[in-house]
């Protein structure tokens, strides 16, 4: 089946830091979306993007579709101590796939 | 605007009782989702209803679990009857259009 492989699986960091993750896979997707979870929570949108190449940003976050479709990635820029959490990218339409995930960790 | 709201948000059962949860969607989403996380493992889709009716149920583990969405409003999902590899937490989403789906805080049920 389909499977999104993200990198790194966790991250430590120092608060101000930019932080980078990215999320590969082996299909093709049309949609790839990013979302964070918060403990007790559930997934948060943070960013949708629909065109290869396309370079959205959301505030602090940044995020580009692979011109192959089959990646992506996200940058956070000066993290925060609420940046804490998992960040999951997703592809697809109706049926998300997910990624494994990034726990992210600020160290103030 | 209400968000996606689920219960319970924990339930502990035995093994082989029966379970139900409920989903309460985004008011005027007509898209309903169920996903699950297992222990460690990816979010996985279970399925999708388009008002009341099945569009995939493809991700569905077995005939144990039965989701309905009776009138196109809440939906529920049983588990009867459950096994210790259904502990996971379920998550309800919903949407108007596909690719963004608003998602629950999800339930945790622990199968003993």
């Known amino acids: 089946g389909q499977q999104l492989n993200q990198s790194p699986q966790s991250m430590f960091i120092q608060e101000g830091e930019d932080v980078s993750m990215n999320c590969t896979s082996s299909?093709?997707?049309?949609?790839w979306l990013w979302y964070k979870q918060d403990p007790g929570e559930g997934p948060v949108l943070l960013i949708a993007?629909?065109?290869?190449?396309e370079l959205t940003s959301n505030g602090r976050l940044t995020a580009q579709f692979g011109i192959t479709r089959k990646d992506s990635f996200l940058n956070i820029s000066a993290s925060i101590p609420s940046d804490v959490g998992i960040y999951f990218c997703?592809?697809?339409?109706?049926?998300?796939?997910f990624g494994t995930g990034t726990q992210l960790k600020v160290e103030l | 605007e209400a968000g996606v709201t689920q219960f319970p948000s924990h339930s502990v059962i035995e093994k082989g009782q029966t379970v139900t949860l409920r989903c309460d969607p985004i008011?005027?989403?007509?898209?309903l989702y169920w996903y699950r996380r297992v222990m460690g493992k990816e979010i996985k889709f279970l399925l999708h209803?388009?008002?009341?009716?099945?569009?995939?149920e493809s991700g569905m583990p077995n005939n144990r679990f039965l989701a309905e969405r009776t009138g196109g409003t809440y939906s529920t999902l049983k588990v009867q009857p459950a096994e210790l590899e259904d502990s996971g937490v379920y998550f309800c989403?919903?949407?108007?259009?596909?690719?963004?789906?608003?998602f629950g805080p999800g339930t945790r049920l622990t199968v003993l």
């Open positions: 997703a592809g697809g339409g109706n049926k998300l796939t």
């Open positions: 993007l629909y065109k290869a190449g």
């Open positions: 209803f388009v008002k009341e009716s099945k569009q995939d």
């Open positions: 008011s005027g989403h007509d898209n």
């Open positions: 989403a919903s949407s108007r259009s596909p690719n963004e789906q608003f």
């Open positions: 299909s093709i997707f049309n949609t």
